[in-house]
Nanobody
Framework: VQLVESGGGSVQTGGSLILTCAAS????????ISWFRQIPGKERERVST????????YIADSVKGRFTLSRDDAKNTVYLQMNSLKPEDTAVYYC???????????????WGQGTQVTVS
C-alpha cells in the first residue's frame, strides 16, 4: 500500500493547514490510519488516529481543540485539519497505516514520505 501526504507548508502563528493522506487501496492494510509528527531531537509523537467505519478519532492532548481528523473511505483519504497553529507544531508530519489498532498506535507497518509543516 502507498500513502501519499500533501498539504504541508509554511504558515504564520494562528494559521491553518489541511494535511491529506491518500491511500492507494482500501484493503485491511489501511484499516487504521494515524498521523505522527517528528521534531528534530525529539521523540516521534502520535498526533491522531482514526479507524475505518467506526470510532471517535484519537487526538493527542498537545493538539486537542485545534486539530481534527476525518476520513473519507470512498476516496481512501484521511484529512488532518490543523487550526490555530503554533511554532511548536513545526515538524515533519507522517501518515501511517496498519491493519490493527495496536499497530496503528505504536508501530504502523506502512508509512508515507512525510510532509513538512513550518509555523513561524
Amino acid at each position: 500500500v502507498q500513502l501519499v501526504e500533501s498539504g504541508g507548508g509554511s504558515v504564520q502563528t494562528g494559521g491553518s493547514l489541511i494535511l491529506t493522506c491518500a491511500a492507494s487501496d482500501q484493503s485491511s492494510k489501511t484499516t487504521c490510519i494515524s498521523w505522527f509528527r517528528q521534531i528534530p531531537g525529539k521523540e516521534r509523537e502520535r498526533v491522531s488516529t482514526i479507524n475505518r467505519g467506526h470510532g471517535v478519532p484519537y487526538i493527542a492532548d498537545s493538539v486537542k481543540g485545534r486539530f481534527t481528523l476525518s476520513r473519507d473511505d470512498a476516496k481512501n483519504t484521511v484529512y488532518l485539519q490543523m487550526n490555530s497553529l503554533k511554532p511548536e507544531d513545526t515538524a515533519v508530519y507522517y501518515c501511517a497505516a496498519d491493519p490493527s489498532a495496536l499497530g496503528c498506535f505504536t508501530s504502523p507497518r506502512h508509512w508515507g514520505q512525510g510532509t513538512q509543516v513550518t509555523v513561524s
